[in-house]
C-alpha cells in the first residue's frame, strides 16, 4: 500500500494584502481545488473579508463570528474544512507545498496566534482577533447544543479522548459527541484513510474535530474532505489536551497579552523552544517587507488624494 509521506520542500510566495468575499470558499475535492457559493456571514466591520499574511489568505473574524460562521456552516451540510494557524503554520507553509495547497483548499483560515491577528490588523482588518482553537471548540459546541449539532473527535491518545469527552458532557450536558477515534501513530495508507473517513461520516458527525497537531492534521484534512462531505473538519491541534487537562493552559492574563507561547515553552522546552525561536524569527523576518509594501502603498494614496484635492 502507498504510504502518506511528509517530506521537506522550499516553496516560498511573496505576501500580499488581499481582500475577497468571505462568501466564496475553497474546498478540495479530489486534490483539486473547486469554488463553492456559501452564505455569507456578518465579521463585523470586515464583514465578509478576508486578509492575505505571507501569502496565506485568513477569515477576517472574532470569536463570536467564528463560531456563528461554523455553526452555521456545519448546519448546511457542505462539508469542507477549517485551518486554525499561528505563525507555526503560516511559515511552515513557505517551505512545505502539502501544507500551503491545505491552506489554500480550506473553507476557512483562522488566526490562532496573536501576532497574526496583529499582523491582520496592520493591514486594515481592523476587527481581526485571535481565535485559538481551545476556545474556539467550546464555544461551537456550546452553540450547537440548540441545535442537535454531532460532533466527533479524531487524533490523541484513548486516555486523552475519555477525559476530553467527560469533561465536554459535563460542561455541555445538552451536546450530543456521536464518536472519537485515536489513530495509529505512523503515516496512514490510503485505504486506512478512506476507511477512516467512512466512519467517521458514517457516524452522523456535522463536525469533525481534528486533533492530530500542524501540519499533519491541515494535510489529513485536505486530502479527505471530500470523503467527510456533508461532515465538516476544524483542526485545533493541542485543543484535545488542553480541554482534557492533561496539560496546563496559560492564565488569561497571559492569553490577552498574547503570551501563550512563552508558557508552551516554558511547559515543553525541549520539544517547543526552537520550533518557536527559528519560526518567529522567520515571521518577522518575511513580515516585515509585507508590512513596508502596504505603508507605502497607503502613503502614496494619501499623498494622491492631497494633491488631487489641491
Partial sequence: MARRGYGDARQARRGRLAVVPFGI?????????????????????????????????????DMAAATAAVVERALSGQGGYASLAGVHGVVT????????????????????????????????????????????????????QAHGLRHFMFGSTPEVLERLGANLHGWYPQAKIVGTMSPPFRPLTDDEEREIADQIRSSGAQIVWVGLGLPK???????????LTPCMALGVGAAFDFLAGTKPRAPMWMRRRGLEWLHRVSSEPRRLGWRYASTNSEFIVRATPQLMRHWSRQALRISGATRSRR
Wanted: hydrophobic share 45%; aromatic share 4%; charged share 25%.
Fill in 25 to 61: 470558499s475553497r474546498v478540495d475535492s479530489g486534490r483539486r481545488g473547486v469554488l463553492l457559493k456559501t452564505q455569507a456571514v456578518t465579521m463585523g466591520a470586515d464583514a465578509n473579508h478576508r486578509c492575505t499574511v505571507l501569502g496565506v489568505e485568513y477569515v477576517v473574524a
Fill in 93 to 144: 507553509a513557505q517551505h512545505r507545498p502539502q501544507l500551503r495547497s491545505a491552506l489554500d483548499g480550506a473553507w476557512a483560515n483562522l488566526a490562532d496566534g496573536e501576532p497574526v491577528a496583529w499582523m491582520m490588523r496592520r493591514l486594515g482588518a481592523k476587527t481581526a482577533r485571535r481565535v485559538a482553537g481551545p476556545d474556539l471548540m467550546p464555544s461551537v459546541i456550546d452553540a450547537g
Fill in 217 to 227: 492534521q491541515d494535510e489529513w484534512m485536505w486530502r479527505n474532505a471530500s470523503q
